[in-house]
């Protein structure tokens, strides 16, 4: 196990960058406050443990008969991922110690430490050192993606992401569709290029193009030139720096480029306490292996 502190130098240019058709980094961004978990539902039926860490805002941690987390690392290794970097911050003691004492025979497992939650983007900076100059894949902790679409961004061969079709992101994960309003709105060219990504937008369309809307859930396999524009991306109305923004600021002023790969799947979302009983059922049975 080693732990890498943040970093801030300037990144390499993005045609410096060590690049390969196949990847095996992957960073989950696990620094999260947790804020929607940590919020009381008295609806929800949780077990002590399950209470305990939903108290923590620690989502990446929910118990499902083990570490929801587990799940999620065991399917990057299924989809031929070995390194692993969790970014979390200076308090997630708990993290940390659980991952170091774990014996994972196919996945290895480092940490890095975003010192104060200042948004996705810089979290994603202090996992620099981590990624040096390969491509990497970032996703967040507290989503659970299907193993095809780790493969898919495996072997992509460049930068680019998934992008999932609202109606059956809705249908198959069980998501309430007010929340998708939550996530970013894809805008494609005929290419199949990302040509613009709207964070969080104030209403989605009913259709787009050929009568389907795309959107993100976070999961992007990134070159170097993503440190570039998280380091020069400003703060959101929120006071962060968000990824989707620097992300945007990389298509319109720094000549990235990202490949978009259509998916009609679900995926499962633990954002909420009521989210928890729903995540337990989807993944009864799946083995877990690291």
Same mark, same amino acid.
């Given at each position: 196990?080693?732990?890498?502190?943040?970093?801030?130098?300037?990144?390499?240019?993005?045609?410096?960058?060590g690049?390969s058709?196949?990847?095996?980094?992957?960073?989950i961004?696990?620094?999260?406050?947790?804020?929607?978990?940590?919020?009381?539902?008295?609806?929800?039926?949780?077990?002590?443990?399950?209470?305990?860490?939903?108290?923590?805002?620690?989502?990446?941690?929910? $118990?499902?008969?083990? $570490?929801?987390?587990?799940y999620?690392?065991?399917?990057?290794a299924d989809a031929?991922?070995s390194?692993?970097?969790?970014?979390?911050?200076?308090?997630?003691?708990?993290?940390?110690?659980?991952?170091?004492?774990?014996?994972?025979?196919?996945?290895?497992?480092?940490?890095?430490?975003?010192?104060?939650?200042?948004?996705?983007?810089?979290?994603?900076?202090?996992?620099?050192?981590f990624a040096?100059?390969?491509?990497?894949?970032?996703?967040?902790?507290?989503?659970?993606? $299907?193993v095809?679409?780790?493969?898919?961004l495996r072997?992509?061969?460049?930068?680019?992401?998934?992008a999932?079709?609202?109606?059956?992101?809705?249908?198959?994960?069980?998501?309430?569709?007010?929340?998708?309003?939550?996530?970013?709105?894809?805008?494609?060219?005929?290419?199949?290029?990302?040509?613009?990504?709207?964070?969080?937008?104030?209403?989605?369309?009913?259709?787009?193009?050929?009568?389907?809307?795309?959107?993100?859930?976070n999961?992007?396999?990134?070159?170097?030139?993503?440190?570039?524009?998280?380091?020069?991306?400003?703060?959101?109305?929120?006071g962060?720096?968000?990824?989707?923004?620097?992300?945007?600021l990389?298509?319109?002023?720094?000549?990235?480029?990202?490949?978009?790969?259509?998916?009609?799947t679900?995926?499962?979302?633990?954002?909420?306490?009521?989210?928890?009983?729903?995540?337990?059922?989807?993944?009864?049975?799946?083995?877990?292996?690291?």
């Amino acid at each position: 196990m080693s732990t890498a502190k943040q970093d801030r130098r300037s990144s390499s240019p993005c045609n410096d960058r060590g690049s390969s058709a196949e990847i095996r980094k992957a960073v989950i961004l696990a620094r999260g406050l947790g804020k929607r978990m940590r919020s009381p539902d008295a609806t929800a039926q949780l077990a002590t443990d399950q209470m305990r860490a939903a108290d923590a805002g620690m989502k990446a941690m929910i $118990p499902i008969g083990r $570490p929801f987390l587990d799940y999620v690392l065991s399917t990057l290794a299924d989809a031929g991922f070995s390194q692993v970097c969790l970014v979390v911050g200076p308090e997630h003691t708990t993290i940390r110690e659980y991952y170091q004492s774990v014996s994972a025979r196919r996945i290895e497992i480092s940490f890095a430490i975003q010192e104060e939650p200042l948004g996705t983007a810089n979290a994603l900076l202090a996992a620099k050192p981590f990624a040096g100059r390969e491509e990497f894949l970032a996703l967040n902790s507290d989503n659970y993606y $299907p193993v095809e679409v780790f493969r898919a961004l495996r072997t992509l061969g460049e930068p680019g992401l998934p992008a999932f079709e609202r109606e059956t992101l809705v249908r198959e994960s069980e998501i309430p569709r007010e929340r998708v309003l939550r996530y970013a709105l894809l805008q494609i060219s005929p290419a199949g290029y990302l040509e613009k990504i709207v964070e969080k937008p104030d209403e989605m369309p009913e259709t787009a193009g050929d009568g389907e809307v795309f959107i993100s859930m976070n999961c992007w396999r990134f070159d170097a030139g993503i440190f570039r524009a998280c380091e020069t991306v400003g703060r959101s109305a929120r006071g962060e720096y968000e990824l989707p923004e620097a992300v945007q600021l990389g298509l319109s002023s720094l000549g990235l480029r990202f490949k978009t790969v259509p998916f009609h799947t679900g995926v499962l979302d633990l954002s909420h306490r009521s989210d928890i009983a729903q995540v337990a059922r989807r993944l009864a049975g799946v083995k877990v292996e690291l």
